[in-house]
């Protein structure tokens, strides 16, 4: 089975702090994601990498970054986080040869 | 800005009933997602749909897609309690990883 292990179930961290989320997969895929959920919006995409030290933005990147050094781990950074960013993050992986994500268990961080 | 919509996006129905829950989309898509999140869990892929007139199915789910209409349906056949959990549609329109999701519908099911 395709794991992906998110560093931290929950996460209380203040205002104005630098945050780091880690997501690490085991299978070897090749992309990976970071998504934000919220109650009555649904998911939305912050960032994802085709590749290691590749980036690319999705819908809302603004107020995050990322970094991906080694194919299995993605990491999604909050330079200075802020109450608008409290939030279920998720983050995905898949791998070329088939189209579905799968996804880790997710991280409940709190921005006070 | 495309849009995908769930209807409904809450549903509390018998176990052994039927029902449907219908995702629209705003623009051309051929690939389509649905996944199920239990509360408090990630999201699980159910069915990937790839072109106009599939269909899937998995024990009591059904899936299919008209991507003329933009629109893609989940049924579910005589529910059991099991199957509450929240579903999301997903589109992916320019293939490009850049997946939008709907809403989601909450299906609660009542024994």
């Known amino acids: 089975d395709v794991k992906v292990t998110q560093s931290s179930r929950y996460l209380v961290k203040r205002t104005g702090e630098k945050v780091f989320l880690e997501c690490v997969q ?3 895929h090749e992309n990976m994601f970071w998504y934000r959920q919220d109650p009555g919006l649904g ?4 960032y994802f990498s085709y590749d290691v030290k590749m980036k690319e933005k999705g819908d809302i990147p603004e107020g995050y970054s990322v970094s991906r050094e080694k194919k299995e781990r993605f990491s999604l950074i909050l330079e200075s986080a802020s ?13 070329g040869g088939r189209y579905e994500q799968y996804f880790g268990p997710g ?4 921005v006070t | 800005e495309l849009k995908v919509e769930q209807n409904p996006l809450f549903l509390s129905m018998q176990e052994g009933k039927n029902y449907t829950i219908y995702c629209n989309y705003s623009t051309t898509s051929d690939r389509l997602y649905w996944y199920r999140q239990d509360p408090g869990k990630s999201l699980e892929s159910l069915f990937v749909l790839l072109s106009n007139g599939a269909v899937k199915q998995e024990g009591r789910l059904m ?4 991507t003329k209409a933009r629109l893609s349906t989940l ?18 329109p320019n293939r490009d990883d850049k997946i939008i999701f709907g809403k989601g519908t909450r299906l609660h099911i009542l024994p």
């Open chain 1, 26 to 28: 085991d299978m070897d």
């Open chain 1, 43 to 46: 998911l939305r995409l912050i």
């Open chain 1, 83 to 95: 109450t608008n960013q409290t939030s279920m993050y998720l983050c995905a992986s898949r791998t």
């Open chain 1, 107 to 110: 991280t409940r961080l709190t």
């Open chain 2, 63 to 66: 899936a299919s897609l008209d």
């Open chain 2, 75 to 92: 049924h579910i056949t005589a529910a059991v309690h099991d199957l509450s959990a929240t579903y999301f549609c997903a589109v992916d």
